[in-house]
């Protein structure tokens, strides 16, 4: 499998992962982190593997919910789960920032109501708030029974995922990009289905790329908040690690 996975990251595109449910998809995508880590002053592509970043599930959804705020609350949500997974990542491995990162940081994100991010562990403590805020949001929205809190009450709102790969970039001297590899082992919430289809669709993957790991009958839609469709020619490629994507089609084609 080592040809799948060079074939995963050696390409920055954003990619749709074609392959069965299982510990064996996991193991291929998981050691991609140790094959490909965090380096300092190199230009090598960095994988992130994430199997905990979707929206939990709601059955009973209102009739009159606010839909794009929905998508607003499921775009932020995956923004900062994506940055909390990258800064964990960075703290674990003991990669130390330079305070100009922070600073950046603070001047670009900061609700400037609140104090200055002093530390990376303090930061990682703010991204788990803010991704833990829009989740609430979420469900609240959608069901109409909880309350959503008050998002002055958080020191970063709102991210810009794209920007703050680029400072982080500079601030470890990498000039690749962050191989974002989302492998949730079940069907995806149509809200963070769409919420990844987004960010196909801005082509940021100079920056960051999304490598979305699925069952081929798994993915709902191919548009986003916007109802505009993401071009596979364009703006993704696929990587089949087994024959599923064929059995699939083969499956379809007989209907």
């Not at 705020?69 to 499921?74: G, Q, S």
Request: some cysteine; proline content about 3%.
């Amino acid at each position: 499998m080592e040809t799948k996975q060079r074939e995963i990251m050696d390409q920055s595109r954003h990619l749709w992962i074609y392959g069965r449910n299982g510990d064996q998809r996991k193991k291929i995508l998981s050691e991609l982190e140790s094959l490909y880590p965090i380096k300092l002053d190199q230009n090598t592509p960095i994988a992130i593997y994430m199997n905990s970043f979707i929206l939990p599930s709601v059955t009973d959804k209102r009739e009159n919910c606010d839909k794009t705020l929905v998508n607003i609350a499921a775009r932020n949500h995956l923004d900062f789960a994506i940055a909390e997974n990258i800064i964990r990542k960075i703290e674990k491995d003991n990669i130390v920032l330079s305070e100009e990162f922070l600073s950046h940081v603070n001047r670009l994100f900061l609700n400037k109501k609140h104090s200055r991010i002093e530390s990376i562990d303090e930061l990682l403590q703010v991204l788990k708030t803010s991704r833990q805020f829009f989740e609430q949001y979420y469900i609240s929205e959608l069901t109409g029974i909880t309350e959503k809190g008050n998002i002055e009450d958080l020191k970063i709102a709102f991210l810009m995922i794209d920007g703050f790969i680029r400072y982080l970039k500079k601030a470890i001297n990498n000039q690749s990009y962050f191989g974002i590899i989302l492998d949730h082992q079940a069907p995806f919430p149509i809200e963070t289905t769409i919420a990844i289809n987004g960010f196909v669709s801005r082509r940021c993957n100079d920056d960051i790329s999304i490598k979305v790991a699925l069952y081929p009958d798994e993915w709902e839609s191919y548009y986003d908040a916007n109802g505009l469709p993401i071009e596979a020619i364009h703006d993704y490629g696929t990587v089949e690690l087994d024959d599923s994507l064929k059995q699939y089609v083969i499956k379809k084609s007989n209907y």
